[in-house]
């Protein structure tokens, strides 16, 4: 039985690298896989890399996920190799959604010792609410934000945890897509977003255009 068992938990690079082409591996939702991960690093990443991609592995904050290798310099004899994950066009909501997300971890990080920020769709709507069109009605604000989260849960960076109310975690791979430096000009951003608000109050009405 012993030598069952100790068969079953040997490390397993295809079971590995299959979880991560499938999406995000977290280590507080696959501790199994994320053991393994972390066992195998260097085996995942030549694994990997035949295809042109890296795997991103963040032990401290707890996820790994795959991206597609940087572009060869121009000039280079390196030959490009097509991407296998594609590229994702976010519309404004989103993108302001997500960069509000990320100053609220880092607001989180600097008072808390508790790795994981929850917070509710309410709470959630509060942030948002200064930027949606001032003419939308009550109704129809609470079905943006519902619209706008659904696509962050869609994307991976928030995750359902409650119903009543509804409550959302924050899952941290969000500081790898929303950089320090993007973080720092947030206030930049946020005046370019009231302009194009100004300019088109109907933006929101569409989760299918360019941020």
């Given at each position: 039985m012993?030598s069952?068992t100790?068969?079953?938990s040997?490390?397993?690079l295809?079971?590995?690298?299959?979880?991560?082409?499938?999406?995000v591996?977290y280590?507080d939702?696959?501790?199994?896989?994320w053991?393994q991960?972390?066992?195998l690093?260097?085996?995942?990443q030549?694994?990997?890399?035949?295809?042109?991609?890296?795997?991103?592995v963040?032990e401290s904050e707890g996820y790994?996920f795959?991206?597609?290798?940087?572009e060869?310099?121009?000039?280079s004899?390196e030959?490009?190799?097509?991407?296998l994950?594609?590229?994702r066009?976010?519309s404004f909501?989103?993108?302001?959604?997500?960069?509000?997300?990320?100053?609220k971890?880092v607001?989180?990080?600097?008072?808390?010792?508790?790795?994981?920020?929850?917070l509710?769709r309410?709470q959630?709507l509060?942030m948002?609410?200064?930027?949606?069109?001032?003419?939308?009605?009550?109704?129809?604000?609470?079905?943006?934000?519902?619209?706008h989260?659904?696509?962050?849960v869609?994307l991976?960076?928030?995750?359902?945890?409650?119903?009543?109310?509804?409550?959302y975690?924050?899952?941290?791979?969000?500081k790898?897509?929303?950089?320090?430096?993007?973080l720092?000009d947030?206030?930049?951003?946020l005046?370019?977003y009231?302009?194009?608000?100004?300019a088109?109050?109907d933006?929101y009405?569409?989760?299918?255009?360019?941020?």
């Amino acid at each position: 039985m012993t030598s069952v068992t100790a068969a079953r938990s040997e490390p397993n690079l295809s079971a590995v690298a299959t979880a991560l082409m499938k999406g995000v591996v977290y280590r507080d939702t696959a501790p199994v896989v994320w053991q393994q991960l972390v066992a195998l690093q260097p085996q995942v990443q030549d694994y990997v890399a035949v295809i042109g991609l890296v795997a991103v592995v963040d032990e401290s904050e707890g996820y790994a996920f795959l991206r597609s290798r940087p572009e060869p310099d121009p000039g280079s004899d390196e030959p490009a190799i097509p991407r296998l994950v594609a590229r994702r066009a976010l519309s404004f909501p989103v993108s302001l959604l997500l960069a509000l997300l990320r100053k609220k971890l880092v607001e989180a990080d600097a008072s808390s010792a508790d790795s994981r920020l929850v917070l509710t769709r309410d709470q959630i709507l509060e942030m948002l609410v200064m930027f949606l069109p001032t003419r939308s009605n009550e109704a129809r604000l609470v079905d943006l934000v519902d619209s706008h989260i659904g696509k962050v849960v869609e994307l991976g960076f928030l995750r359902k945890v409650g119903d009543k109310p509804p409550e959302y975690e924050v899952r941290r791979i969000l500081k790898a897509f929303v950089d320090a430096q993007w973080l720092a000009d947030l206030d930049e951003r946020l005046a370019a977003y009231h302009s194009s608000l100004a300019a088109d109050d109907d933006i929101y009405a569409d989760d299918g255009g360019q941020p």
